[in-house]
C-alpha cells in the first residue's frame, strides 16, 4: 500500500466517499472482503493507538456503485467507505447487519450508508460528530452461491480453469495442482 495519505485513501484505485453534507448517501454492493487497518494521523503516516497502547482500527469497504468521476474515463465507480471504531458509520452497520439477520458484511451484499445529522459537540474545538444510518441486504441465492464457490477457490486458479471446474475437482486432484503451482 502507497505511503502518502491520498494513496491510501483511495486504496485499490476506489474513491473514499467523504460524507461531507448531511443527507449525503452511497449505495453499492461490496465489492471485496471488508479490510480493517489501523488508522494512521491525518497527514502523516504515523499510527495511531488508544492511551492503553491498542491501535485504533478503522473497516474500509469496498462498494462497487453507480457513481463516476466525469473528470475520470478510467472511474468504474469502486467507492470506499471508512468506519472507524468507535464511530458512527460502525454502530450504524453493526445495527443493518443485524437487522439483516446476518452476521457480518460480505461480499456481494448491498449496503446503503447516509450521513443522517450531527451529534453534539463534547469540545469547542472540535466539530460535532456525524450520525448515521446504514442499511445492509446479504447475498442470496445464486450470487451466495457464486461467493462461497469463489471462496474455496485457490487465489491463482490455474490458467484457463473457471472455479466450477476447479470446486468439481477431487481433494487429489486439488492437492496435485496446488503442488504443481507451487515448484
Known sequence: MSNDSAGFLEGNGSKYFPFKNIGDSITGVIAEDPQEKQQTKIGTDELLTWPDGNPKKVLIITLQTDLRDPENADDEGLRTVWAPNPGGIRAALIKAVKAAGAKQLDVGGKLTVTFVSEGERSNP?????KQYSASYAAPSGALAAEVAAAADAPANLPAGM??????GLSAEAKAALGALSST
Not at 474545538?125 to 460528530?129: D, E, L
Not at 473457471?162 to 470446486?167: A, H, Q
Open 125 to 129: 474545538a472540535f466539530n460535532p460528530p
Open 162 to 167: 473457471s472455479v466450477d471446474v476447479w470446486n
